[in-house]
């Protein structure tokens, strides 16, 4: 079991002790780059090989998701320069103790009832053979499936063809590692029914806990999703990955993780920098090396000797953005501190923030936390500089002018680095009140409470919105919440949900059942599309945005529709004009011809929903904007 972590450890630490012993190791350590977005780098990963060998994570497995070869062209041979490259990566890890394990996602296209198919696969991996690579997985996540019983069959039997005609042949005899489609949750379901029926008895199978994103994985999780796959499991660990939310950094220790019989290993997925995330994967090592006995305080004090050599000017930073999951408070002692009215104790850790500094640290760790230290220095003058107003029972204009506060607000709120931002504008705002002003009304969602009308078992894409919503600093129920302030409907939502949504006085947004919501008098889906036209650049729900943008990672469905007379559109699909984004304000005519009981709007997610592997940033910051505008709609 894992210990919580002391809130001034990273403040207080000296020396980091002896290093951490293992008498009871997991079989499987090591490391996943499967994120989305900007991959490591040549050098990021051969700099990891080289800190991993010390640490225990002892395999890498390749899965970046811009490696076209991996997964949408994995029928297709590596050109000579990418394999050579691919060969060199192989060789600086095993060279340096680590197994370098390729990845490949066929998933998207494969036609599996076809021999050729099979054949292109095993084709594949012997050419990769070629260039020294040993050590494969199968990966199915994130795809499409329409019948899902006998799509985990068609995985299983692919699985059990590659074994049998690649690997054993080419003298492999590990058992093969299958990242399922049906990654994350407990229980039985068709899918896993039809994987359990073909899989190969000795394969490993990659699971992310109860879902994609976790605070804790407890030994009745892992016992029950065990049963459900008939096979033992290794962990994908969505820790410390950031590609939900690429403005902040999570930096904290493992916490949380158990271990059961049934759970061989553990990879972690990092951030997408690369060097930050040694703070978090230092941890992990601990845990993977002896879970019984693992601390997370003492482990994530050898994680910040090791990692900056003992230099003190990121303590606070790191104690600052060390919360897991992203839903959970950003720093405990700050609020703490602030709901108590312990304004000079809050003050000293802002103070302690704002003198934040990369200097004595590698040239790697300071350029790529760069952002978040100017974040660090900005959001610690500011909230020192509001916590004296507050505290001050004089007058609190000897402290701060009410244009020292509002210039401080303008500047956090245009940080896209995020460093504790919502508690320093609180304060901000408490101080700014009290000298007179106005609180700020940003057109932004964070705190509000959002529940997601999907269905009894949530797609991917659905389980993803939640993450990504819920490390934008929202809170998120999946199904009916008296408390919540919005609705999504996705294309799952039941029929008794979708009429319920219908009839809420809060805010509704939907990308499925538009005309049955009154939203729509026609719903279309073009079927080959990757971005929308924005028409009204200077709605918030554009979020800033101008003309033609790139929603999509590839051509995909676009949902889209001729909306209510009262529909204000700020987004359309470039050929044929239809309304992509819409927003109707309360009162307004909807498509039905009622007036709306509360703010409504309508985006372009499909099918696939807000699937990881097919949404771009852009998306992520139209998603976030029309939020916010739905909710800045409904105040007004």
Same mark, same amino acid.
């Given at each position: 079991?894992?210990? +919580?972590?002391?809130?001034s450890?990273?403040?207080? =630490?000296?020396?980091?002790?002896?290093?951490?012993?293992?008498?009871?190791?997991?079989?499987?350590?090591?490391?996943?780059?499967?994120?989305?977005?900007?991959?490591?780098?040549?050098?990021?990963?051969?700099?990891?090989?080289?800190?991993?060998?010390?640490? %225990?994570l002892?395999?890498? !497995?390749?899965?970046?998701?811009?490696?076209?070869?991996?997964?949408?062209?994995?029928?297709?041979?590596?050109?000579?320069?990418?394999?050579?490259?691919?060969?060199?990566?192989?060789?600086?890890?095993?060279?340096?103790?680590?197994?370098f394990?390729?990845?490949?996602?066929?998933?998207?296209?494969?036609?599996?009832? *076809?021999?050729?198919?099979?054949?292109?696969?095993?084709?594949?991996?012997?050419?990769?053979?070629?260039? %020294?690579?040993?050590?494969?997985?199968?990966?199915?996540?994130?795809?499409?499936?329409d019948?899902?019983?006998?799509?985990?069959?068609?995985?299983?039997?692919?699985?059990?063809?590659?074994?049998? $005609?690649?690997?054993?042949?080419? $003298?492999i005899?590990?058992?093969?590692?299958?990242?399922?489609?049906?990654?994350? /949750?407990?229980?039985?379901?068709?899918?896993?029914?039809?994987?359990?029926?073909?899989?190969?008895?000795?394969?490993?199978?990659?699971?992310? %806990?109860?879902?994609?994103?976790?605070?804790?994985?407890?030994?009745?999780?892992?016992?029950?999703?065990? *049963?459900?796959?008939?096979?033992?499991?290794?962990?994908?660990?969505?820790?410390?990955?950031?590609?939900?939310?690429?403005?902040?950094?999570f930096?904290?220790? !493992?916490?949380?993780?158990?271990?059961?019989?049934g759970?061989v290993? @553990?990879?972690?997925?990092?951030?997408?920098? #690369?060097?930050p995330?040694?703070?978090?994967?230092?941890?992990?090592?601990?845990?993977? =090396?002896?879970?019984?006995?693992?601390?997370a305080?003492?482990?994530?004090?050898?994680?910040?000797?090791?990692v900056?050599?003992?230099?003190?000017?990121?303590?606070?930073?790191?104690q600052?953005?060390?919360?897991?999951?992203?839903?959970?408070?950003?720093?405990?002692?700050?609020?703490?501190a602030?709901?108590?009215?312990?304004?000079?104790?809050?003050? #000293?850790?802002?103070?302690?923030?704002?003198?934040?500094?990369?200097?004595?640290?590698?040239k790697?760790?300071?350029?790529q936390?760069?952002?978040?230290?100017?974040?660090?220095?900005?959001?610690g003058?500011?909230?020192?500089?509001?916590?004296?107003?507050? #505290?001050?029972?004089?007058?609190?204009?000897?402290?701060?002018?009410?244009?020292?506060?509002l210039?401080?607000r303008?500047?956090?709120?245009?940080?896209?680095?995020?460093v504790?931002?919502?508690?320093?504008?609180?304060?901000?705002?408490?101080?700014?009140?009290?000298l007179?002003?106005?609180?700020s009304?940003?057109?932004?969602?964070?705190?509000?409470?959002v529940?997601?009308?999907?269905?009894?078992?949530?797609?991917? %894409?659905?389980?993803e919105?939640?993450?990504?919503?819920?490390?934008?600093?929202?809170h998120v129920?999946?199904?009916?919440?008296e408390?919540?302030?919005?609705?999504i409907?996705?294309?799952?939502?039941?029929?008794?949900? @979708?009429?319920?949504?219908?009839?809420?006085?809060?805010?509704?947004?939907?990308?499925?059942?538009?005309?049955?919501?009154?939203?729509?008098?026609?719903?279309?889906?073009p079927?080959?599309?990757?971005?929308?036209? @924005?028409?009204?650049?200077?709605h918030?729900?554009?979020?800033?945005?101008?003309?033609?943008?790139?929603?999509?990672? /590839?051509?995909?469905?676009?949902t889209?529709?001729?909306?209510?007379?009262?529909?204000?559109?700020?987004?359309?699909?470039?050929?044929?004009?239809?309304?992509?984004?819409?927003?109707?304000?309360?009162?307004?005519?909807? +498509?039905?011809?009622?007036?709306?009981?509360?703010?409504? $709007?309508?985006?372009?997610?499909?099918?696939?929903?807000?699937?990881?592997w097919?949404?771009?940033?852009?998306?992520?910051?139209?998603l976030?904007?029309?939020?916010?505008?739905?909710?800045?709609?409904?105040?007004?």
């Amino acid at each position: 079991m894992t210990r +919580a972590v002391n809130e001034s450890s990273l403040l207080e =630490a000296n020396e980091p002790g002896a290093e951490h012993g293992s008498p009871h190791p997991l079989a499987w350590r090591g490391l996943v780059e499967g994120f989305y977005g900007a991959p490591w780098s040549h050098d990021d990963r051969v700099r990891w090989f080289e800190f991993a060998s010390g640490s %225990g994570l002892d395999r890498y !497995l390749y899965a970046p998701k811009d490696d076209p070869w991996h997964r949408e062209l994995w029928r297709e041979p590596y050109p000579a320069d990418r394999l050579a490259a691919l060969g060199d990566l192989c060789s600086e890890a095993e060279r340096r103790g680590v197994r370098f394990v390729y990845t490949i996602a066929p998933g998207l296209s494969m036609r599996y009832d *076809e021999d050729a198919e099979h054949e292109a696969l095993a084709a594949k991996c012997t050419q990769l053979l070629g260039a %020294g690579i040993r050590s494969f997985a199968l990966l199915f996540d994130d795809v499409p499936m329409d019948e899902p019983e006998a799509f985990g069959r068609a995985h299983g039997e692919t699985a059990a063809r590659l074994e049998a $005609g690649f690997l054993r042949p080419a $003298g492999i005899d590990e058992p093969l590692l299958v990242c399922p489609t049906d990654y994350a /949750g407990l229980g039985r379901t068709p899918y896993r029914t039809g994987l359990d029926a073909t899989l190969p008895e000795d394969a490993l199978v990659l699971w992310t %806990g109860a879902d994609i994103v976790v605070g804790a994985v407890t030994a009745d999780d892992i016992v029950r999703a065990r *049963e459900s796959y008939g096979r033992d499991l290794v962990l994908w660990d969505n820790f410390p990955v950031n590609d939900f939310d690429r403005s902040r950094v999570f930096l904290g220790p !493992l916490t949380d993780r158990h271990r059961a019989p049934g759970l061989v290993g @553990i990879v972690s997925n990092p951030m997408v920098e #690369a060097a930050p995330s040694r703070f978090a994967l230092s941890t992990v090592a601990e845990w993977a =090396a002896d879970p019984d006995e693992y601390d997370a305080q003492d482990a994530s004090a050898r994680a910040y000797e090791r990692v900056t050599g003992g230099a003190p000017g990121l303590r606070a930073l790191v104690q600052a953005c060390s919360s897991w999951p992203p839903s959970a408070p950003r720093w405990p002692a700050l609020s703490d501190a602030v709901a108590e009215g312990r304004y000079h104790d809050a003050e #000293a850790l802002l103070t302690r923030l704002a003198q934040t500094s990369a200097d004595g640290v590698d040239k790697d760790l300071a350029a790529q936390l760069e952002p978040w230290v100017d974040a660090a220095q900005a959001s610690g003058s500011a909230g020192a500089m509001a916590c004296r107003v507050l #505290a001050f029972d004089g007058d609190p204009a000897e402290f701060a002018s009410l244009d020292d506060l509002l210039k401080a607000r303008r500047t956090m709120e245009g940080e896209f680095a995020d460093v504790v931002r919502d508690d320093v504008l609180g304060l901000l705002d408490d101080a700014i009140v009290l000298l007179g002003g106005e609180p700020s009304h940003p057109h932004t969602p964070r705190g509000a409470a959002v529940s997601i009308y999907s269905g009894p078992n949530p797609a991917p %894409g659905d389980r993803e919105l939640a993450e990504f919503l819920r490390g934008s600093g929202m809170h998120v129920h999946f199904g009916h919440d008296e408390a919540a302030d919005l609705v999504i409907v996705t294309r799952a939502a039941s029929e008794d949900l @979708i009429v319920e949504a219908s009839r809420l006085s809060i805010p509704v947004l939907a990308w499925g059942h538009l005309v049955p919501l009154g939203l729509a008098s026609a719903s279309l889906v073009p079927l080959s599309v990757d971005r929308i036209e @924005i028409v009204d650049p200077r709605h918030p729900a554009a979020s800033a945005m101008a003309g033609e943008v790139v929603v999509y990672r /590839g051509r995909s469905k676009l949902t889209v529709c001729v909306p209510g007379e009262g529909a204000h559109v700020v987004a359309r699909e470039p050929q044929s004009g239809d309304a992509a984004i819409t927003i109707t304000p309360r009162g307004a005519a909807l +498509a039905d011809g009622k007036p709306a009981p509360a703010a409504r $709007g309508t985006f372009y997610l499909a099918a696939d929903g807000f699937a990881p592997w097919l949404v771009t940033e852009s998306t992520r910051a139209l998603l976030y904007a029309t939020i916010g505008a739905l909710l800045d709609a409904e105040d007004a």
